[in-house]
């Protein structure tokens, strides 16, 4: 079946700092792919998407590509905020209008 | 603010009892979708909804129970509580597209 693997967490950056989440997927076809972003107390807000291969999500200075050759979809951002500290979801939607199966989640923490 | 609505924010009860959460998808979303978040199984899809029928269904236990009305909002029904229910209930919407915008979700306590 579909699945989702996500980078263990937490991951603890200072601010200005890069970083990188990694995602990895299996799914038959060519699923769309999404990061989701959970903030404190809050509920799960669409961070980007990409829905084929070699799209480039981007949001708020976050990026993700997808590449089919590795099954990828990794998060990645040039320089990290306080306020960019959340619990990331990487996700994949199968076929369009179905059901997203997630990853774990990974809890990012920015230290000032 | 994704758009989508559920209420109530919080919800307590106790082992035994049934209660109802209640979600308005985004203006045109045909689509529903139920997913709970709980520490240890993380985020689960439970069940879909498209223009009030049932379109697909996950984990959800025979306990629970849907539906989306004429009106396009939809409401989970969580009967027979056990403590294991505790979590974060989540609806999100979708046009036909791929896309799944979420509600602020409904967190559950069962005590």
């Known amino acids: 079946g579909d699945s989702v693997t996500q980078m263990e967490g937490p991951v603890t950056l200072s601010e200005e700092a890069f970083l990188t989440i990694n995602c990895t997927y299996t799914?038959?076809?060519?699923?769309?792919l999404f990061w989701y972003v959970q903030y404190p107390g809050e509920g799960l807000q669409l961070l980007l998407k990409?829905?084929?291969?070699?799209d480039k999500g981007s949001n708020k200075g976050f990026e993700a590509t997808y590449r089919k050759e590795t099954t990828s979809f990794h998060l990645e951002k040039g320089s990290v905020q306080v306020s960019d500290s959340a619990v990331y979801f990487c996700?994949?939607?199968?076929?369009?209008?179905?059901?997203?199966?997630f990853g774990t989640g990974t809890r990012l923490t920015i230290i000032p | 603010d994704s758009g989508v609505t559920q209420t109530p924010k919080h919800l307590i009860t106790a082992t035994g009892q049934r209660v109802t959460l209640r979600c308005s998808p985004r203006?045109?979303?045909?689509?529903v979708y139920w997913y709970q978040q709980s520490l240890d199984q993380g985020l689960q899809f439970l069940i879909q909804?498209?223009?009030?029928?049932?379109?697909a269904k996950g984990n959800i236990l025979e306990r629970f129970s849907a539906q989306q009305f004429p009106d396009l909002h939809s409401e989970l029904n969580l009967s027979s509580l056990e403590l294991g229910d505790s979590a974060l209930y989540f609806c999100?919407?979708?046009?036909?597209?791929?896309?799944?915008?979420f509600g602020p979700g409904t967190r559950l306590t069962v005590l």
């Open positions: 203006s045109g979303d045909l689509s």
């Open positions: 999100a919407s979708s046009v036909a597209a791929d896309t799944q915008y």
């Open positions: 996700a994949l939607n199968p076929r369009g209008n179905e059901k997203l199966t």
């Open positions: 799914a038959t076809g060519y699923p769309s």
């Open positions: 909804y498209y223009n009030g029928e049932e379109r």
């Open positions: 990409a829905t084929k291969a070699d």
